[in-house]
């Protein structure tokens, strides 16, 4: 079974540009998430969909950052424009029903450099 | 709010050592925890989990046991291996709830 798959594996911007992040999650899971690793911190939740519809953005800076799941499969994480504390890891993961388990699966996480 | 202290690491133990991480938690309700593990390179996994008061999870030789009246959930290991090397988080799933709270993580290496 293929995992939860994350793109790129690393980018590095200067302050004020813009990046996107891709996350593919494994097939057939309903719920997806997108979590901010910074270094020395535990993962932050940042957004869920449960299918293509929003459960929780409530820790998501709505001024920069952006998420979509058009179709309840992939999703598109961006930030525009990104500042210096956003350098982080930002983590993807899926779970096939609700997430009230908390059993999730991670990707590799996308590393994000800030210059 | 709710919230998850973990010991600070890196911890650096002699392979065939006993581990044990530190997890204590700040939760309404009654959380259900979990340990998850990121090894070098890899995702994070789920290592374990408990979701009621004197549950025991166990796998790979690893154990926690979700103590109530101490608020812990510490990871036990009787003898570390070479492979154990990872960063481990503490994490809580409040009841009714789907958004799990993490620690900031332990960094285990296990040395020959």
């Known amino acids: 079974e293929a995992g939860v798959a994350q793109s790129p594996r690393y980018k590095i911007i200067e302050k004020r540009q813009s990046v996107a992040f891709w996350c593919n999650p494994i097939s057939g899971h309903a719920t997806l998430y997108w979590y901010q690793q910074i270094l020395g911190q535990g993962p932050k939740l940042l957004i869920q969909?449960?299918?293509?519809?929003?459960?929780?953005d409530s820790q998501l800076p709505k001024d920069r950052f952006s998420a979509e799941r058009l179709k309840g499969v992939d999703s598109t994480l961006k930030i525009q424009p990104a500042k210096l504390e956003d350098s982080a890891v930002y983590l993807c993961?899926?779970?096939?029903?609700?997430?009230?388990?908390?059993?999730?699966?991670f990707g590799e996480g996308s590393r994000l450099t800030v210059l | 709010g709710n919230s998850v202290t973990q010991m600070e690491g890196p911890v650096t133990l002699s392979e065939e050592a006993f581990l044990t991480i530190n997890c204590t938690y700040t939760?309404?309700?009654?959380?259900?925890l979990f340990w998850y593990v990121q090894y070098p390179g890899e995702g994070l996994q789920l290592l374990l989990k408990?979701?009621?008061?004197?549950d025991k999870g166990s796998n790979k030789g690893f154990e926690a046991t979700y103590r109530k009246e101490t608020t812990s959930f510490h990871l036990e290991k009787g003898s570390v291996q070479v492979s154990d090397s990872a960063v481990y988080f503490c994490a809580l799933l409040t009841g009714g709830g789907n958004k799990l709270t993490f620690g900031t993580g332990t960094q285990l290496k296990v040395e020959l």
């Open positions: 969909f449960q299918n293509n519809g929003v459960v929780d």
């Open positions: 993961a899926s779970s096939l029903g609700t997430g009230r388990t908390g059993e999730l699966f």
């Open positions: 408990a979701t009621k008061a004197d």
């Open positions: 939760a309404t309700g009654y959380p259900s």
